[in-house]
């Protein structure tokens, strides 16, 4: 029997395996302070068990200082398998063990923290964000160990905490604190995000601004328009003149999808309570996801021309300051040695073609990429993450982790 066939048999029986891990993961609550949580601890106490059951070279606990959490930190488990070759480039799989809260209840048809399986589907908080991309990728590699077979090349499995908040105590620590763990020449996977069929690479993200708009007029009486000036109409007008922003920055990138950059108002703060006053004060938002050809800043001194006018015109005065914004990092090249490594194991497992993809913004990947590392996020995932009843597949799990030890064998490919 080939080689591979004897592992991906091995594969196709871990259905109870992946119940049980998918059991014990989802029942210990792994939610940070920001969370209302106190981290990832007693989630990171087992799964550095399961790890240490592959026998690693190497396994470390790097601790990220958070006065907030358990202990005074939060754990980030660092695990290597050198195979022979330390030098050689070593295929990372990045995965998170923080989730989000479950959010309203009531949505919930089961416990969240205890999962249902229900045939294929599994159903808890955190089944699919992240756990369905870290025992994948775990699966993969216990089965290629359980097969009395070395991995064709170095290997390392990085579960991290605090991905859900901002990665302060998570990836961003690991790469300020011990930028040494991670090569150019990696490959780096984070299975964090992917479509139903399991074929998109997600190598580059657009720029992210969070615009806050104030517009502020005069409160009056309604009966009496002449003794104010109707902030609301000047919010109407403003936010009508910002369609403009659609034309003035109209490229397009086949690559994203949708391929054009985004421009949508959507917050708008409460004004008057009552409908026989009008309003002297509107605050609206706008999210923009700009494609990373425009600088963020072109797009801000345009919003701000457009206002300065129309406050002229409408006799008002309006603000537009940045309210969150990232720029985002150089893309991983489309022919980058993971997106290759990734494409060829997908066409092997899954017989379909998988193609290097951008998105709206806002993996963890940004970090790896800002740092001058690589990275290509994938998975095959029903994106139900952050939602009620979330969900993920047993078969999706088990495709995937036979993609995973095809990029760990590397030879077979
Ligand atoms: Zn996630």
Redesign the pocket.
């Given at each position: 029997m080939s080689v591979l066939k004897k592992v991906f048999q091995k594969i196709d029986g871990y259905r109870d395996e992946i119940i049980t891990l998918q059991t014990e993961l989802t029942s210990r609550v792994a939610l940070g302070p920001k969370n209302k949580g106190t981290g990832e601890h007693e989630k990171a106490r087992y799964l550095r068990d399961c790890l240490e059951a592959l026998q690693p070279d190497d396994l470390q606990e790097i601790k990220a200082p958070d006065t907030q959490a358990e202990d005074g930190y939060r754990p980030n488990l660092v695990t290597r398998w050198y195979t022979g070759d330390k030098i050689g480039p070593t295929v990372w799989v990045l995965s998170?063990m923080d989730i989000v809260p479950p959010g309203d209840l009531s949505l919930w048809e089961t416990d969240p923290y205890q999962i249902k399986v229900d045939g294929d589907k599994i159903i808890g908080r955190g089944v699919e964000?992240?756990q369905h991309g870290l025992i994948s990728s775990y699966l993969g590699l216990k089965a290629i160990l359980a097969s009395g077979i070395a991995p064709g090349r170095p290997l390392g499995l990085a579960l991290v905490a605090d991905?859900?908040t901002g990665s302060e105590y998570g990836l961003d620590y690991l790469l300020k604190n011990h930028k040494e763990l991670f090569r150019p020449d990696d490959l780096i996977i984070v299975p964090?995000?992917g479509n139903e069929e399991g074929t998109m690479i997600e190598v580059a993200e657009k720029s992210m601004l969070w615009l806050k708009c104030t517009v502020t007029g005069r409160q009056c009486h309604a009966s009496m328009p002449e003794k104010g000036n109707n902030s609301l109409y000047g919010a109407a007008r403003l936010i009508v003149a910002l369609e403009k922003l659609k034309e003035a920055f109209d490229q397009e990138d086949d690559m994203f999808s949708p391929p054009m950059s985004t421009f949508e108002p959507t917050k708008m703060e409460a004004n008057v309570p009552n409908v026989n006053t009008i309003p002297g004060k509107d605050v609206f938002y706008m999210d923009c996801r700009i494609l990373p050809r425009y600088p963020n800043r072109e797009v801000i001194a345009f919003v701000e021309d457009i206002s300065r006018k129309l406050a002229k015109e409408l006799n008002l005065s309006i603000s537009v300051e940045p309210h969150y914004q990232q720029d985002a990092p150089d893309p991983t090249p489309a022919d980058a040695p993971v997106v290759r490594a990734l494409e060829k194991a997908v066409k092997m497992v899954k017989g379909l073609d998988a193609k290097p993809m951008g998105i709206g913004g806002g993996t963890?990947a940004a970090f790896f990429r800002k740092a001058g590392l690589p990275a290509a996020v994938w998975i095959t995932t029903q994106d139900s993450?952050h939602q009620p009843n979330e969900y993920c597949l047993i078969s999706d799990i088990i495709s995937d982790a036979k993609v995973f030890a095809c990029l760990y064998l590397d030879q077979y490919h």
């Open positions: 998170h964000d992240n991905e859900e964090d995000g963890v993450a």
